[in-house]
């Protein structure tokens, strides 16, 4: 069974930092990406930033130059790096990993509970 379980999240002051980390557990037969996500009050969930084949592909506009995602392969564990805080950053952050338990499995996405992001003075 995989699960993911995010941490880092709290409340920060605008301009500020927090880092996010992911930690997965389970086997997979095969792993197309891995990424972050977000949503805020009465707003739909939105890609943040994704790795596909370990290399970091997207980042939405909106944080392009201030988030950094990352992975450390070893522990098996995803980051999300956020640099410059803002009110607008302010959210449900939830990572997600998108496979198959085995090789005739079907492609499925994998949630995290997630971690609330707050961005306020």
């Known amino acids: 069974q995989v699960q993911l379980v995010e941490s880092g999240g709290g409340l920060v002051q605008p301009g500020g930092s927090l880092r996010l980390s992911c930690a997965v557990s389970?086997?997979?037969?095969?792993?197309?990406?891995r990424g972050w996500y977000r949503q805020a009050p009465g707003k739909q969930r939105e890609l943040v930033a994704k790795i596909t084949g370990g290399v970091p592909t997207n980042y939405a506009d909106s944080v392009k130059g201030r988030f950094t995602i990352s992975r450390d392969a070893a522990k098996n564990t995803l980051f999300l790096q956020m640099n410059s805080l803002k009110p607008e950053d302010t959210a449900v952050y939830y990572c997600?990993?998108?496979?198959?338990?085995?090789?005739?499995?079907?492609?499925?996405?994998?949630w995290g509970q997630g971690t609330q992001v707050t961005v306020s003075s």
């Open positions: 389970g086997s997979m037969f095969s792993v197309y990406a």
């Open positions: 997600n990993v998108q496979g198959r338990i085995t090789s005739i499995s079907p492609r499925n996405d994998y």
